[in-house]
């Protein structure tokens, strides 16, 4: 149907969707399948159809060629990895300047940019790298916009995928980029711009791994492209802060080539540190008192932008220098824009210049209430202007997070409480996310409270309250009506769940705060009525941090609020709401412990479940192997019931956790998977540990150690894994003893592991390992 000329397009362009998804699906077990099928199709049929996808792409009908080059994506992405369908040859031919056909050439250019990945062999041989370079940097100066963008996207893809091949070419590059940005269209310099974005990634990624004084020796290399380019580098980017749109809209946060190049200027920061001050300071002195709006903020957004990377120490003089100015343009300034920009660049300062990780700071108790006057009056200004200013004291709060029993916010407490509700009852507050800010802001000011202003957050409680309640009150709503409703219910949920842990945090407020529990709980179970996820969401944490505070006493609200427990956790479709309700289950077994056993064949059979859909996202998976060992813990040798089928799930995910090879995010989410395996082998050892039945586990303890050994073996895990990983090892010869013993002297790198945790620079971990040998040596002798 696809390939047949004499097809309607609509029918034609369906084939090729239909055939396009039955090569790819977003849930990972899905793919794997959808993979798996195409790869055991007989030969002749791949043949076949990939011979009549190529042809395709030369239809006369663009809707046919769109579609079959989508399902050649997804067929190359299944085989080229397989080194299978040599055929489909470098399209670089068709980029080339001689290609008059101009949608060929961008076809082409595009056709690049998503085989990049795959041209490992082609940018590993110098000349096919030089020609496939030269080809790229050619196209970036086609007349047709178009061309020239996607040209600027596959040098961005590149940058990422090919750094360390670039050093030959980056001079050519650095020319062709400030070309663009100084001279063309904005969507073409906007790629322009992220190209040096993409090398300060690059070199961030590098030097945090191998540290400031990188020597290169490791297999990656560090060429400083951006410390050399800085000189021209910084003056091109401060140019692009002089072109922002008069009618930009803030509200949105539309990205233009100002924005870009600020963000750019921010990633140069954090790559080069103290070298980019001297060369920013002159234009900032130059245009901070310009009368043109557009100079003063493109200085103070210069200024903001550079505030993380370089040290304090040269930091913190130029901002003593530049506050009282600062403050003086968030009141004063004409332009909405530079306002804007000033409380912004404030927020900064308190985030990166602010707090007991900073030697010395900016914020004394003699210039503290003059920002705190300011900020507040800040709040009163055009949404855009009053969201920074909440931004701003949010990072004011979060700097005194550990100041002891005084903090210097203290005095003002009530009065930026009062003015922070104030805020969220504007009638604009809907625009710039001002609301949201404001009750972001107030979480955060409870947060960093001292207990000096605890009577004040009991003060907050019934007031949230009534707010909560007044939303569940309204009736015959509007669909948008509906939609701000569910998000003013998720903030208040979101503000009740912090101060319920603030509170509960010590005894006297946690007193006084059970007297509102019932009710609390109660509004709670009124947010579940409302269909929102979002609300879930948050009203599920809210619940998990009353369960803590409440402690055995939450058993009362388990009977009402259990369906909606399992709810949470038959959403597969909103995941996101499944995996807090699990970690919701969590928090409910420590505070109930043993009284959660009515509930845990409904909760054990729905998690069971759970791990064995194709429909959950993977991303749920690691939590439920968790929450086995919160179950575990919580309910001990009761947990027997569930033994066999938990210790199978986890067994069968541990053999999946092992040899993964992949790209970073795959990492990441197997050292997620094994972390929760490993939580959950701990929960259950411990679980039996003091019961007459751990010999229900010896059967179990092979597997587990060989599990232990197979990613200590593999070398890819983080210190997450490293710290539970000793510490199962402990907890199996703890509560094992001599059968443990035995069989942790023949594995054949628990010794090995061992050591290395012990020596281990990370306190954690080497706590768990020494606690770990102990339980080891005890085992052994026995």
């Not at 959660?596 to 991303?619: A, H």
């Amino acid at each position: 149907e696809l390939t047949n000329e004499e097809k309607p397009v609509e029918t034609r362009k369906l084939a090729g969707l239909i055939l396009k998804n039955a090569l790819d699906a977003k849930e990972e077990h899905r793919k794997f399948e959808l993979v798996q099928r195409w790869l055991s199709l007989d030969g002749n049929a791949k043949s076949q159809i990939k011979a009549s996808l190529l042809t395709t792409l030369s239809s006369i009908v663009s809707d046919a060629r769109s579609t079959a080059s989508q399902a050649i994506a997804k067929v190359a992405g299944i085989e080229l990895p397989q080194k299978q369908w040599p055929e489909l040859i470098a399209v670089v031919q068709g980029m080339s300047a001689s290609e008059v056909n101009t949608d060929v050439r961008l076809a082409a250019t595009r056709a690049l940019y998503n085989a990049i990945g795959f041209a490992q062999a082609n940018f590993i041989n110098d000349m096919e790298r030089d020609y496939l370079m030269r080809v790229v940097c050619e196209a970036t100066l086609s007349p047709e916009s178009r061309i020239r963008q996607a040209a600027f996207e596959c040098l961005v893809s590149i940058s990422s995928t090919y750094y360390e091949k670039l050093a030959a070419y980056i001079q050519d590059i650095f020319n062709i980029t400030v070309k663009a940005v100084r001279e063309d269209e904005e969507p073409v310099a906007l790629q322009a711009i992220e190209f040096w974005s993409s090398i300060c990634d690059e070199e961030i990624d590098i030097l945090e791994e191998f540290g400031v004084d990188f020597t290169g020796d490791s297999d990656i290399t560090c060429f400083y492209f951006i410390k050399q380019a800085l000189p021209a580098l910084v003056p091109m980017l401060l140019e692009t802060l002089l072109k922002q749109e008069e009618d930009q809209d803030q509200d949105e946060g539309a990205w233009n080539i100002a924005m870009a190049g600020g963000t750019c200027l921010g990633l140069v920061a954090r790559t080069v540190g103290d070298d980019i001050v001297p060369f920013v300071v002159p234009f900032i002195e130059e245009n901070i008192q310009k009368p043109d709006w557009r100079q003063r903020e493109a200085a103070t957004y210069a200024f903001g932008s550079i505030l993380e990377g370089p040290s304090p120490e040269k930091l913190i003089p130029l901002v003593n220098v530049a506050l009282n100015f600062m403050l003086s343009a968030l009141t004063k300034d004409p332009s909405s824009h530079v306002k804007d920009t000033t409380a912004w660049a404030l927020g900064r300062i308190f985030e990166f210049l602010h707090g007991s990780a900073v030697g010395s700071t900016v914020i004394t108790q003699e210039n503290c209430q003059q920002l705190v006057t300011v900020l507040l009056q800040s709040m009163n200004d055009t949404p855009n202007v009053a969201e920074k200013a909440c931004g701003a004291l949010y990072f004011l709060a979060q700097g005194y997070e550990e100041v002891g029993p005084s903090s210097p916010l203290t005095p003002f407490f009530q009065e930026i409480v009062q003015s922070l509700l104030t805020v969220t009852h504007r009638e604009d507050a809907g625009e710039s996310r001002l609301r949201t800010a404001a009750y972001e802001t107030l979480n955060e000011v409870v947060r960093c409270s001292t207990d000096e202003t605890a009577p004040l957050v009991l003060q907050l409680v019934p007031v949230i309250m009534m707010e909560l309640h007044n939303t569940l009150e309204g009736q015959n709503l509007s669909s948008d009506g509906r939609e701000k409703q569910s998000e003013l219910q998720g903030l208040l949920c979101g503000c009740l769940q912090v101060i319920i842990q603030k509170l509960g945090s010590s005894e006297p407020t946690k007193y006084v705060l059970m007297q509102f529990a019932d009710q609390v709980m109660g509004l709670f179970l009124r947010v579940f009525a409302c269909r929102s996820a979002t609300v879930h969401e948050e009203a599920m944490l809210a619940i998990g941090a009353l369960a803590y505070a409440t402690g055995p006493d939450f058993a009362k609200y388990m009977p009402e609020f259990y369906r909606y427990l399992e709810m949470g956790l038959q959403n597969f479709e909103e995941y996101q709401v499944c995996a807090v309700t699990v970690g919701v289950v969590g928090d409910i077994c420590r505070a109930l412990e043993e009284k959660i056993v009515p509930y845990c064949d409904g909760i054990m059979t729905q998690l069971l479940k759970n791990l064995s859909s194709n429909q959950l996202n993977r991303s749920v998976k690691p939590p439920i192997f968790s929450c086995f060992g919160d179950i575990a813990l919580a309910v001990g040798e009761y947990f027997e019931k569930y033994l066999m089928w938990a210790m199978s799930a986890l067994q069968r995910a541990a053999e999946l956790s092992t040899h993964v090879a992949g790209d970073d995010e795959l990492t990441e989410y197997t050292n997620s998977l094994r972390n929760g395996i490993l939580e959950a082998y701990s929960g259950i050892f411990q679980g039996f540990k003091s019961s007459a039945k751990t010999q229900l586990l010896i059967p179990y303890a092979p597997h587990i150690l060989q599990f232990l050994d197979g990613i200590y073996m593999e070398k890819d895990m983080d210190d997450v894994v490293m710290k539970t990983a000793i510490g199962v090892l402990g907890d199996l010869a703890d509560t094992l003893g001599s059968h443990a013993g035995s069989l942790i002297q023949q594995s054949l790198s628990s010794k090995d592991f061992l050591n290395e945790c012990l020596s281990s620079e990370d306190l954690m971990i080497k706590e768990s390992a020494e606690w770990a040998k102990l339980a080891i040596s005890r085992a052994i002798s026995v």
